[in-house]
């Protein structure tokens, strides 16, 4: 069973949500990349997050029934709220896949294997978080609260046995998560509308798209994610790319990489 947020007795709060079409095949009809973000922030400071949200209403002269999800903003809002959101107490990790470069057949195929399979790398990072900033909690047990933005019958509690598993494989299954801060069962889901934290993730989750995914016009906009540059958890692993690395895409000229990735070449690395 997923454990309610309100019954943790945790010190943080980590919002999950992605980007980029992972069903299908992994060509015509899907998406090029797949991007799997979190906002992480201490649960003291979660009201303070969250108050990004009136400020950005009040800037652009909306009321609280505007629909705040990334993908329907224009871009000035989409820059100007990632620039609020940077200075936010969160940190931001994320896990980018460059699913084309995805050489196992069963990863390919199952999207649920693929989705576990990031989740533990992003999990990792989250657990880094919320060790490196224990020490500001002042309420809590030092562990984080998962919360997923809730997909109609992902298996939630599939991920909860597979972190579980993880955790009793030791280095069997090559994890460096910080299993102090993780309890396996302690993870939720919410709706994208009912949740200001997963509006966060989704901001951090999309941002990362556009820099990459191009449009129908061959576009992509670094913008939003150059914001968010300095609540991103250590550039250098709060971002991974997988199955290949930022330098290992950059060096592979047959699958055009290019110029996207110059934002994290010039900001991130």
């Not at 400020?55 to 224009?74: A, C, S």
């Not at 820059?79 to 460059?98: D, K, N, Q, T």
């Not at 196992?104 to 195929?109: A, G, I, K, N, P």
């Not at 494989?169 to 993870?187: F, H, K, L, M, V």
Request: with cysteine.
């Amino acid at each position: 069973m997923l454990m309610p947020i309100e019954n943790s007795n945790s010190s943080f709060l980590a919002f999950i949500d992605e980007a980029g079409c992972e069903k299908g095949a992994h060509g015509k009809g899907g998406s090029e990349w797949f991007v799997l973000s979190a906002v992480v922030m201490r649960r003291d400071a979660a009201e303070q997050a969250f108050s990004v949200f009136d400020e950005l209403r009040e800037e652009f002269k909306k009321d609280k029934g505007w629909n705040i999800k990334f993908g329907n903003m224009q871009p000035k809002h989409k820059i100007y709220g990632s620039r609020l959101i940077a200075r936010r107490p969160v940190r931001i990790a994320s896990v980018i896949v460059h699913k084309n470069s995805i050489s196992s057949s069963e990863l390919q195929r199952d999207h649920y294997k693929l989705y576990f399979y990031v989740g533990k790398y992003l999990v990792e990072r989250i657990s880094w978080i919320c060790r490196d900033y224990a020490h500001k909690c002042t309420t809590g047990d030092g562990t984080v609260h998962l919360i997923f933005s809730k997909r109609s019958k992902y298996p939630y509690e599939d991920f909860q046995e597979y972190l579980q598993k993880l955790k009793e494989g030791g280095n069997t299954y090559n994890s460096s998560t910080d299993w102090e801060r993780i309890i396996p069962n302690q993870i939720d889901a919410i709706p994208h509308y009912l949740s200001h934290g997963c509006t966060l993730a989704d901001f951090a989750a999309s941002a990362t798209a556009l820099a990459l995914e191009y449009t129908e016009r061959k576009i992509t906009d670094e913008r939003p994610i150059r914001e968010l540059r300095n609540v991103t958890y250590k550039p250098s692993s709060g971002l991974k790319f997988w199955p290949k690395s930022a330098d290992d895409l950059l060096g592979d000229a047959s699958i055009g990489i290019g110029h996207r990735l110059d934002w994290y070449k010039h900001y991130y690395k």
